[in-house]
């Protein structure tokens, strides 16, 4: 591949000769224009263009030196510390303070410093993509260029004023590791820093004694054998156990929890750490070291030039010990939503069974609710006081609302593909054991919840039409509930698709309050109330402490939920959109009251296409739950599973030969066999 190069080594050697106060930048900038591939995830285009480009500077005379002298030169006339320093770092505002000076910078744009060497940077890497084909040009590569481009013993003036900026932000970097490893945030997080003498106090130490001995060499450079070479061998081990304190902490938050500042510090140090270590190797005498950290730094400072404006990747990197913890308590929880034998299922009817009596009774009172004139904001609190508390008097009698088991469940199966244990059959075969567990957990709940909840509802509906000597609902009322249960000519599926992201919000909120009743050491401090303790006594105080700290996870997602499903058709009244909820249990309660309350026999017709319509309802409410959980739990845990289509055949196949097993225990647990792929089954 021939690219022309000579023009711009032309034009950059007769601005030098010229001596030009200001050397032009737009050659730079050309120059990478002409690198860049067409496609910058193109393997092949990258390493031509590169391998051209390299050529170009090998055949042509003097390119190499022109091209450092002009690149040198260009970059001494802009301050750099920053560029070191801060791109791609978090500032120590904390996470809030850049979300919403993010999300200002979209509507009100920086203004950029053009003595800053990042808006050099910016403008020669002007494309979002430019971090693609940085990222995949080998170390190797990069160690050969600039091994070509630092030939010869020239521009020395430039090449220290660098090295003083480097030496500068590695000093800024380094006293901000140790600031933020005092944060008490931080030592909460891991006491033992008090214990011992803290690492992120001894890198700096370390690093600055590096840094001196830098000094002494380069103001000794005529008597460099009097001085020994500098070694930053000590530093770089400190840095390393700073490294491991980030990891302990972010390991110890599974049984400590953890809160969005406490992740916002550990990705900062982590960022500070990373960056210390490249500038070290900027510095250091090695020279293979020093070219392949340059290749590293030029990748990681052009990635971060638009991801440190970005929403997207402040989310990203601070919400993922959240997500992790929070789906790490739904997952536990979920373990409990699948049976395994015949006693498990049994117990989970039971469980179910005692909820559908309470949503019978939930649906009626929401029925008479609608019955008075309200504001809708005092509609909506009725309506979402009925739902929340209702749903927290069914945990706290330990019974299930089946469609809470989707959020759970996906996130003990992420968990599960997690793991990876054995072959990648056997896991395949795990998972597919676990799937069938589920699925038959799941049947038995909706089947006791909506098998109670109807003949509740009917008693229900009988007993107010013979007590009050009228219906439950008059005829246009009832006709209307009917009618909103056809799936074909009412928006009954998209409002259960509300419901399933409603579901889906709850265990992520359950989860969330889960991981703060940890961190947040919710028991203890409840054991400590003085006011309580006269009230309740210390007895009693203790229990109900571990009862809120291990429930209120589920307390919360069960209220919050309550008040998703109750304020939704308010909220759409509101907006003036056609905003409301169907949910599997509440609608085959409604179903059976449609039925009693309407006037005459109701058309068969009506009654296949309204339980049709219970049935689409509760299976949209399970598919959507379920797959928004599973796919966060997987993003949360970084785990790519991508044996779907084999993990599906093997299901549908078990399902073909023993269907029986999703719907009724087996009297031996299902066990997994790594089997080879054409024997994948389960027995």
Known sequence: MHIKFNDLFLKMQQQLDARQAVLDENLLIELIGRIRPADTKNSDEIQHKFEAFYTALLLTPAAASTLQSFTLGLISQYKQTGLYADTGILSLDGFWNQLFQRLGAHFLPLINDESQLQDLVRRAFHQRSDKYWLDSIEERSWQKLFRLLNQGHGNQDEKKRIRFELIKAITVLSYRVS????????????????????????????????????????????????????????????????????????????????????????????????????????????????????????????????????????????????????????????????????????????????????????????????????????????????????????????????????????????????????????????????????????????????????????????????????????????????????????????????????????????????????????????????????????????????????????????FLFGIMLGSMGTLGFILGLPLDIRHIAFASANFMQGLMCINGSPEIGLIIVSFLGVICIGLTNLFVSFTLTIIVALRARRVRFEQWKPLAKLVLTHFLTRPSDFFWPPKQPLEIEDAAPSQKNIH
């Open 179 to 558: 600031g933020i490893g005092l944060y008490p945030e931080f030592i909460n997080a891991h006491p033992e820093l008090t214990e011992y003498e803290s690492p992120f106090l001894v890198q700096n130490r370390e690093i600055i004694d590096f840094i001196q001995q830098c000094k002494r060499l380069h103001q000794n450079a005529d008597q460099v054998s009097a001085v020994p070479p500098p070694d930053a061998s000590q530093a770089l081990v400190m840095l390393d156990q700073c490294r491991e304190v980030v990891l302990k902490i972010r390991r110890a938050t599974k049984r400590s929890g953890v809160s969005i500042s406490l992740t916002y510090l550990l990705s900062l140090l982590e960022q500070c750490l990373d960056r210390i270590e490249i500038l070290l190797n900027l510095i250091a005498e090695d020279d293979e070291l020093r070219y392949g950290s340059l290749g590293a730094l030029l990748v990681d400072i052009t990635d971060a030039l638009y991801s440190e404006r970005s929403v997207r990747s402040l989310l990203a990197a601070n919400s993922e010990l959240i997500a992790l913890q929070v789906t790490e308590n739904a997952s536990k929880t979920g373990e409990h939503y699948v049976s395994t034998d015949k006693k498990g299922f049994i117990g989970m009817y039971k469980a179910a069974a005692g909820a559908g009596v309470i949503i019978a009774a939930m649906a009626s009172l929401k029925v008479l609710s609608a019955r008075l004139i309200l504001a809708p904001l005092m509609q909506a609190f009725m309506f979402s006081m009925n739902y929340a508390l209702g749903f927290m008097l069914i945990h706290v009698l330990h019974f299930t609302v089946a469609t809470k088991q989707p959020a759970m469940t996906a996130a003990a199966l992420a968990a599960t593909v997690q793991q990876r244990k054995g072959s990648k059959n056997a896991q395949i075969a795990e998972l597919a054991a676990l799937i069938i567990n589920i699925i038959r957990t799941q049947f038995i709940a909706i089947l006791g919840n909506i098998s109670i909840a109807i003949p509740t509802a009917a008693l229900i509906t009988y007993f107010w039409q013979a007590g009050m000597d009228e219906p439950l609902l008059n005829h246009a009322k009832a006709s209307s509930l009917l009618h909103s249960l056809d799936p074909f000519t009412s928006l009954a599926v998209p409002h259960a698709a509300i419901a399933g992201v409603c579901l889906f919000l709850s265990g992520l909120l359950a989860g969330y309050f889960d991981n703060m009743a940890i961190y947040r050491k919710v028991g203890p401090r409840l054991q400590a109330h003085s006011s309580l303790k006269r009230m309740l006594g210390q007895k009693r105080l203790d229990k109900f402490a571990a009862y809120i700290e291990r429930n209120l996870g589920a307390l919360a997602g069960n």
